[in-house]
């Protein structure tokens, strides 16, 4: 229980409710990571109906980008995956380089934890396995779908870190839909273009055996 | 002057010099920002003659580099830029992912810091600038060597953190080799390619007039 919970409880106020989960939620995915936090342990810490996380919240991976104010929520990648105009690329690099990010928030303490502390990057880590690429994995639906995801990711979080947060001249000053053409054609190979046959990790390859390398 | 510098000076020992250096560097910077950091204001702090900081450090930007204990250092990519086996793609990309990174060092610290605090976030920002940019950008030699530098930079970057930090399965076990094979193209279009007219950053663009857009 938090001291927030106790607090600024009003039983019946949605947006007390929601802060009150919310931060049951940090606590309870900082302490136990993300695989063994369940949505029962964090209704049960915010002193709420499990129904009611769900509810206001969905899945336990919503919960999670919720309660951590991702920048970009795997929803909005699931659904510029599913469709809209543009190329695939297109639509991936929009909605990276147009995310809003609160200063000083919680993505922010995120991150700065994850530097340090190693549950906290293991908490991260199984984020991205469990929630991200479990979720996008399938709406690409190739063998090698999480690296492709994880190569054109990493790509889009690099360059929303440098032009967002530490506001480089030369990258923070070009125009939105100049860097969208110039860096789209590298989002659409990344996920669907031909990569020379690397194969998905985590799968045996010709030759090497069962886990060999 | 640090407690560091006062306990464990030993007059003559270059490993002790360097060490009282890298912490006054350290605390200097952090005081005065990158830019108005001066070799002269470490060296006092550290109570050496400037020379010594020079002999030991080089310039302020290696210096710099050296103090916070960057995987990848400005000189190391410039060796790349100059020439070598392979694409300039294949030997900046191979460079990022072969970089070494001492858990719980400097480097970490210094990107938490960025993450929180608005003057750690400047000096890293400055240093970005006017170390790594106005150093490199003259080996590439074109009028949109910043942006294209930040475009390769922010990829890799994102890359390194993905793999080597967080350490997601699907990108931390693919085979080197074929990281650099994926990636290298990419990289080689960001510094060299065609990358459709985008205009050189802090450069007046045709029809809008000095600073519009």
């Given at each position: 229980m938090t001291a927030g919970a106790r607090r600024g409880r009003r039983p019946g106020d949605p947006a007390v409710t929601r802060r009150v989960i919310l931060n049951s939620a940090r606590a309870t995915f900082a302490a136990d990571g993300y695989e063994r936090a369940t949505i029962r342990a964090i209704a049960a810490r915010a002193e709420v109906d499990p129904s009611l996380v769900h509810h206001h919240f969905g899945t336990k991976e919503e919960l999670f980008v919720a309660a951590h104010e991702f920048p970009i929520s795997p929803a909005a990648v699931r659904a510029a995956l599913e469709g809209g105009e543009g190329t695939l690329g297109e639509r991936v690099t929009r909605l990276y380089l147009t995310a809003g990010l609160r200063e000083g928030g919680a993505f922010e303490s995120l991150v700065r934890s994850a530097m340090t502390h190693p549950p906290a990057r293991a908490m991260l880590r199984q984020f991205l396995e469990r929630g991200v690429l479990d979720t996008l994995a399938p709406h690409l639906g190739t063998p090698d779908a999480r690296f492709r995801i994880l190569l054109a990711g990493s790509h889009l979080m690099g360059l929303f870190m440098m032009r967002r947060?530490?506001?480089v001249d030369a990258l923070r000053d070009v125009d939105l839909n100049q860097l969208v053409a110039v860096v789209a054609p590298t989002i659409d190979r990344y996920l669907?273009?031909?990569?020379?046959?690397?194969?998905?990790?985590g799968q045996p390859r010709a030759g090497t055996g069962p886990g060999g390398r």
């Amino acid at each position: 229980m938090t001291a927030g919970a106790r607090r600024g409880r009003r039983p019946g106020d949605p947006a007390v409710t929601r802060r009150v989960i919310l931060n049951s939620a940090r606590a309870t995915f900082a302490a136990d990571g993300y695989e063994r936090a369940t949505i029962r342990a964090i209704a049960a810490r915010a002193e709420v109906d499990p129904s009611l996380v769900h509810h206001h919240f969905g899945t336990k991976e919503e919960l999670f980008v919720a309660a951590h104010e991702f920048p970009i929520s795997p929803a909005a990648v699931r659904a510029a995956l599913e469709g809209g105009e543009g190329t695939l690329g297109e639509r991936v690099t929009r909605l990276y380089l147009t995310a809003g990010l609160r200063e000083g928030g919680a993505f922010e303490s995120l991150v700065r934890s994850a530097m340090t502390h190693p549950p906290a990057r293991a908490m991260l880590r199984q984020f991205l396995e469990r929630g991200v690429l479990d979720t996008l994995a399938p709406h690409l639906g190739t063998p090698d779908a999480r690296f492709r995801i994880l190569l054109a990711g990493s790509h889009l979080m690099g360059l929303f870190m440098m032009r967002r947060v530490v506001g480089v001249d030369a990258l923070r000053d070009v125009d939105l839909n100049q860097l969208v053409a110039v860096v789209a054609p590298t989002i659409d190979r990344y996920l669907t273009g031909d990569l020379g046959g690397v194969p998905a990790a985590g799968q045996p390859r010709a030759g090497t055996g069962p886990g060999g390398r």
